[in-house]
């Protein structure tokens, strides 16, 4: 008897939750947002972020993961202060010439020419006239440093093609370039 009543009980029960299945409409969902998500277009207005912005922006003042902040401005004044007192922060055995001499081709040598004297293809086709030779300039390594990042005359920035690293690399074979010279 009791075993029949189990059964009777599990049959009510099966029945009491089938009951209520439709197969044209959805039935009740115990979590609807983990069926339904709701889409967010990229760059659309969204009640997910405050006032209605398209996105979060980052805090005031904050700096990228990896990325050191350049102190000297785009200024004639920055540029004479980095001459002045930029000094590369490598240590001696992290300056790797031949690293700086692959980045100087690549980069640099077309207009500055291999050795450093002003006469690249660009010049030597007359596409950049008076690009200068090094050894005619009274240059550091903070105001090469400086000219590479923000750029100077004719010459645009590099500072989005060369890392921190790259650029300091590439000073340090520009300063053994003019002391060749």
Known sequence: MKALSKIALLAVASASLTACFNKSEPNYQYMPNMYEP???????????????????????GSIPRGFTPYEYENSTEGLELAKANLKSPLAPEAIDLERGKQLFTIYCAICHGDK??????????????????YKDRA???????????????????????????????????????????
Request: charged share 20%.
């Open 38 to 60: 709701v889409p967010y277009e990229t760059y659309q207005e969204s009640a997910a972020f405050p006032g209605g912005k398209e996105g979060q922006l980052p805090a005031k």
């Open 116 to 133: 450093g004297d002003g006469k690249g293809n660009l010049v030597k086709r007359e596409k950049f006239l008076g690009v200068p030779n």
């Open 139 to 181: 240059v550091t390594e903070g105001s090469i440093f400086h000219v590479i990042t923000y750029g100077l005359n004719a010459m645009g920035s590099h500072a989005n093609q060369l890392s921190q690293e790259e650029r300091w690399q590439v000073t340090h074979y520009v300063m053994k370039l003019r002391s060749e010279l």
